[in-house]
């Protein structure tokens, strides 16, 4: 069974950093395209980062500067690095990926169950 596995969220005080992670657990090929979203209570969901190919990365403008995105393809994990954090950046924080199963095959949308960062002033 492949899943999506969210950890690393939780109470930090403004100015202060923290790293979020998603590792996929079972067996898989690798990670084709990854994502970050967040929602706040009341608030739609907004994607925050993304790396579709190689070269094309994406980050929301209230996170440039601020968050990295990344990847460590030997633990099948990627991450959103979170510096000087503020108050505003407190959400749900979602993870989101296309994994490739096996080589040959066509990659599957998968999503994290999600983790609560909470940014105190």
């Known amino acids: 069974q492949v899943e999506l596995v969210e950890s690393g969220g939780g109470l930090v005080q403004a100015g202060g950093s923290l790293r979020l992670s998603c590792a996929a657990s079972g067996s898989i090929f690798s990670i084709e395209t990854m994502g970050w979203y967040r929602q706040a209570p009341g608030k739609q969901r907004e994607l925050v980062a993304s790396?579709?190919?190689?070269?094309?990365?994406y980050y929301a403008d209230s996170v440039k500067g601020r968050f990295t995105i990344s990847r460590d393809n030997a633990k099948n994990t990627f991450y959103l690095q979170m510096n000087s954090l503020k108050p505003e950046d407190t959400a749900d924080y979602y993870c989101n990926a296309e994994l490739r199963i096996t080589p040959w095959g066509a990659s599957i949308d998968y999503w994290g169950q999600g983790t609560q960062v909470t940014v105190s002033s």
């Open positions: 790396v579709i190919t190689r070269g094309t990365t």
